[in-house]
């Protein structure tokens, strides 16, 4: 978002953004005249659209002339301070993708350099709360510049303490991504900010990371003891974040999408056997 004014001017000021190729053909984007009752000056904020051209126009209300002051300035995001953050929603199953930037963020009191490598700071911030106790991936993949990625637990900028931080992905990557631990009905403050203060269109997502028997190659044993023989034996699983592999057929036809997590049961006798869940 950007604002333009004309404060500083010495006459009553109109002023208009405009997009389009020749005069007679011009789409109105914003307009003002008087920034408020006591003001007879100019001020417009709009949304502009990187690579787009727009024709910028000072005049005088009925006729008035003078000498002219136009001011553009760039705003912070909405998210630029920690009491403002906005939400990163927790997967449900499926990824959670946002998108933001941080062109204009700046840096607010007690706010740290993340990771030592992020100043001079320009720096959002969303809030992620699972629903689950279970591991998180969260990264800047498709962002357009050189990304750090902080996640932050603490109720205020005073009191946070970072969990965990990355820099690069590494492999060439300069986007970031990290693993959380994340505990169900707890907030953490997620950061993305620029390495040595790089500013750009960020995307951000967060993900379930699947469990260590999501795929076939990987099942889990089930134990072989003795009270198999007796009274059974009990497993515990959770597919919430368990996509199907390339290749996995559709469980008894009914599984899709399929969300499968795998065991392996080598039998100590033979006979028949009952499983259940």
């Known amino acids: 978002r950007y604002t333009l004014e004309t404060l500083g001017s010495d006459f009553d000021t109109v002023l208009a953004v405009y997009t389009g190729d020749a005069v007679n053909t011009l789409d109105p984007i914003v307009f003002n005249d008087d920034i408020d009752g006591g003001n007879n000056r ?25 000498a002219g002051t136009l001011s553009l300035t760039g705003l912070p995001p909405d ?16 990824a959670v993708t946002v998108n933001g ?29 699972p629903t689950m106790t279970t591991r998180y991936t969260l990264d800047t993949v498709g962002s357009d510049f050189n990304t750090t990625l902080t996640v932050y637990a603490g109720t205020t900028i005073e009191d946070i ?6 820099d690069d992905i590494g492999g060439g990557d300069n986007r970031s991504r990290l693993t959380l631990n994340g505990v169900a009905g707890t907030t953490y403050h997620v950061v993305v900010a620029g390495n040595a203060g790089a ?11 699947g469990p260590a028997n999501d795929s076939f190659a990987s099942r889990a ?4 003891t003795s009270t198999i023989l007796v009274g059974g034996v009990t497993v515990l699983g959770d597919s919430t974040f368990a996509p199907a592999e390339t290749g ?30």
């Open 248 to 277: 996995e057929p559709n469980h008894a036809s009914a599984s899709t999408p399929v969300r499968s997590i795998w065991w392996r049961f080598s039998p100590p006798v033979t006979g028949p056997v009952t499983l259940e869940t």
């Open 42 to 66: 100019s001020r417009v904020t709009w949304n502009a659209v990187a690579g787009t051209s727009y024709a910028i126009v000072v005049a005088g209300r009925g006729g008035a002339t003078g």
């Open 79 to 94: 998210n630029d301070n920690f009491e403002n953050s906005a939400v990163l929603a927790p997967p449900s199953p499926d």
């Open 161 to 166: 303490v970072p969990i965990v931080f990355n």
């Open 199 to 209: 500013t750009g269109a960020i995307t951000l997502t967060a993900s379930g990371v």
């Open 221 to 224: 044993d089930i134990p072989i």
């Open 101 to 129: 930037t941080n062109a204009f963020a700046t840096l607010e009191a007690f706010e740290f350099d993340h990771g030592g490598v992020s100043a001079p700071v320009r720096s959002v911030w969303w809030n992620f709360t």
